[in-house]
């Protein structure tokens, strides 16, 4: 069985959209990580969220209920690992995120196949145009930067992420490999990741230090919904990764791509966020 994880704050509104739509996904398992208050007006979203999560019906549902704020990167860190140390596998969203009906099948799928082959470490549910190669015939692709948007991985892949983001980065350059690879952004996050509570680029770094590949489909599976004031990590320039309309999502490979980095990721991530090429 592989569970969904999803990751929630104080914004009901947005999380009863994400659950609407995990509801149609066939989903065999919920686990959702509420945190706790930042302050006394966290109060009645906080257990808003905590009251809907309670509610859930449609499948076994697991709602950890955390006594003190985390922030969202110490939250995922800890709820990754508390998931993965009980299931092989697993698939993560936060409460902002919406999926289109087939994604936890599609996801799922992939988990199963590449489960053993060690050149794949994660897979994902979301892309977006300005990253995304062209002529990919509705076939998904590699790409060797990982993702936090609608992802899954494995324990085995999980391994080693408790350290902290400079570690993981400065490994990969004591290895010889390039920090910068997918932009000059990544050692500036990765140098801010312990004041701003960030987790995602110590992910992206532990890709670049086993050589590790991200699956994305062909065009995106979800969309991130959560671009108000509210949000603690997605600042407004960040907009400009919103989705077009989404089409349906594809259908599941009849035969999954050989795990190859396709030849245009690097240059779409540094085209992407303005680097030279």
Not at 90 to 95: G, H, P, Q, S, T
Not at 100 to 111: D, E, M, V
Not at 156 to 184: L, N, S
Not at 259 to 275: K, M, N, Q, S
Request: aromatic fraction near 10%.
């Amino acid at each position: 069985m592989i569970p969904v994880a999803v990751f929630a704050f104080r914004r009901p509104d947005l999380l009863e959209q994400t659950l609407a739509a995990l509801r149609e996904q066939d989903v065999p398992q919920l686990i959702a990580f509420s945190d706790g208050p930042r302050e006394r007006s966290d109060d009645g979203p906080v257990e808003d969220v905590r009251r809907m999560l309670r509610s859930v019906r449609w499948c076994p549902v697991e709602v950890v209920e955390r006594p003190v704020n985390l922030g969202l990167g110490r939250s995922v860190r800890d709820g990754v690992s508390n998931v993965l140390a009980r299931h092989a596998a697993a698939i993560f969203l936060e409460d902002d995120l919406v999926c289109q009906p087939g994604t936890y099948g599609y996801l799922a799928a992939a988990l199963r196949y590449y489960a053993r082959d060690r050149r794949v470490l994660s897979v994902t549910g979301w892309t977006h145009p300005r990253i995304t190669p062209d002529g990919l015939g509705g076939r998904p692709y590699f790409d060797g930067k990982g993702e936090c948007w609608i992802w899954g991985t494995w324990r085995r892949a999980w391994h080693g992420m408790e350290r902290p983001a400079t570690d993981i980065m400065r490994a990969c350059a004591d290895r010889g490999i390039d920090v910068e690879r997918y932009g000059t952004d990544m050692p500036k996050m990765a140098a801010e990741a312990a004041r701003r509570n960030l987790w995602a680029i110590g992910w992206w770094y532990q890709h670049l230090l086993t050589g590790g590949l991200c699956l994305r489909p062909p065009h995106s599976l979800g969309e991130h919904i959560g671009w108000d004031p509210r949000a603690t990590t997605t600042l407004p320039e960040m907009a400009v990764w919103r989705n077009p309309p989404l089409p349906p999502s594809p259908p599941i490979p009849d035969s999954w791509p050989e795990p190859v980095e396709h030849p245009d990721c690097v240059r779409l991530w540094r085209t992407a966020i303005g680097d030279p090429v």
